[in-house]
C-alpha cells in the first residue's frame, strides 16, 4: 500500500509559538491531501483540504489564518499552527488519496503529530 | 445530524466471541463505505472496504443496506489483538475521492 510519512511525530511547544508539521505521499504522488484533527475520545475531524498549487479548502468553524496550510508539491503538505494556545493540544492526522486505488476510494493516512501546548 | 452515527460502544468481550458493529450514514448519494480500525494513539488504518453485495475477509464481514443506509461489520473468533477502535467512514456522495466522514468509532476490548 501507499506510504504516508509525518514529521515531527510529537511536539511540545511553549504557548504563542508557532508548530510546523509535515505530511509527506512517499510513494505516490498526491494532488489532494487532507488535515484531520482528533481529541481524546472523539472522531477525526476534518480541518481543511489539501490541494496542490492551489488554496487550501477550510471546513466550518477553522481559522484559515490560524492554520496555515501550504501544499507546494505533490508529494508534500505542510499544516502550520500559529500562535498555538493550550486548547490546540491535540493529535493532528494527515491522509492523501492515491490516484493509483482510485476504484477502491481508500485514503492513505500518516501516523500523526501529537502537539502538546504548554 | 451527523453525517456517520455508529454505535457507541465499549463491547468488551472474551476471546472467540463474535461481535457486531454497526453504523448508519445520512447522506443517500454516498458511494464508498469502509472500515478502519484505530489503535489508541495511532493512525486509522485500513480494515475493509464495504461492497454492495457484502464481503467477508477472513474472520471480518461487512454488510451494506443502502434502503436503510446502514452498514455493519461482523468480527467472528475474537482475538487479543483485534482490541481496538472500530471507525465506520462513508466517502462524500457520488465521489471516489470526496471528502471521508468518519463515525465517533465503537470501542473494543478482547479479553482472555
Known amino acids: 500500500g501507499a506510504v504516508v510519512s509525518q514529521h515531527p511525530s510529537w511536539v511540545i511547544c511553549k504557548s504563542g509559538t508557532s508548530v510546523k508539521i509535515e505530511c509527506r505521499s512517499l510513494d505516490f504522488q498526491a494532488t489532494t491531501m487532507f488535515w484531520y484533527r482528533q481529541f481524546p475520545k472523539q472522531s477525526l475531524m476534518l480541518m481543511a483540504t489539501?490541494?496542490?498549487?492551489?488554496?487550501?479548502?477550510?471546513e466550518q468553524g477553522v481559522e484559515k489564518d490560524k492554520f496555515l496550510i501550504n501544499h507546494a508539491s505533490l508529494t508534500l503538505s505542510t499544516l502550520t499552527v500559529t500562535s498555538a494556545h493550550p486548547e490546540d493540544s491535540s493529535f493532528y492526522i494527515c491522509s492523501a488519496d492515491n490516484s493509483g486505488t482510485k476504484t477502491l476510494g481508500e485514503q492513505f493516512f500518516g501516523p500523526g503529530t501529537r502537539l502538546t501546548v504548554l | 445530524r451527523k453525517e456517520v452515527e455508529q454505535d457507541p460502544g465499549p463491547f468488551n468481550v472474551p476471546e472467540g466471541a463474535t461481535v457486531a458493529f454497526n453504523c448508519t450514514y445520512s447522506?443517500?448519494?454516498?458511494?464508498?463505505f469502509f472500515w478502519y480500525r484505530q489503535d489508541c494513539r495511532k493512525e486509522p488504518k485500513l480494515l475493509m472496504s464495504v461492497y454492495s453485495s457484502g464481503n467477508e475477509d477472513g474472520r471480518f464481514t461487512a454488510q451494506l443496506n443502502r434502503a436503510s443506509q446502514y452498514i455493519s461489520l461482523l468480527i467472528r473468533d475474537s482475538k487479543l489483538s483485534d482490541s481496538a477502535t472500530y471507525l465506520c467512514?462513508?466517502?462524500?456522495?457520488?465521489?471516489?475521492?470526496?471528502?471521508?466522514?468518519f463515525g465517533r468509532g465503537t470501542q473494543l476490548t478482547v479479553w482472555p
Open positions: 489539501s490541494n496542490e498549487g492551489s488554496k487550501a479548502t477550510y
Open positions: 467512514v462513508v466517502r462524500e456522495g457520488g465521489s471516489t475521492l470526496g471528502r471521508l466522514y
Open positions: 447522506n443517500s448519494a454516498s458511494q464508498s
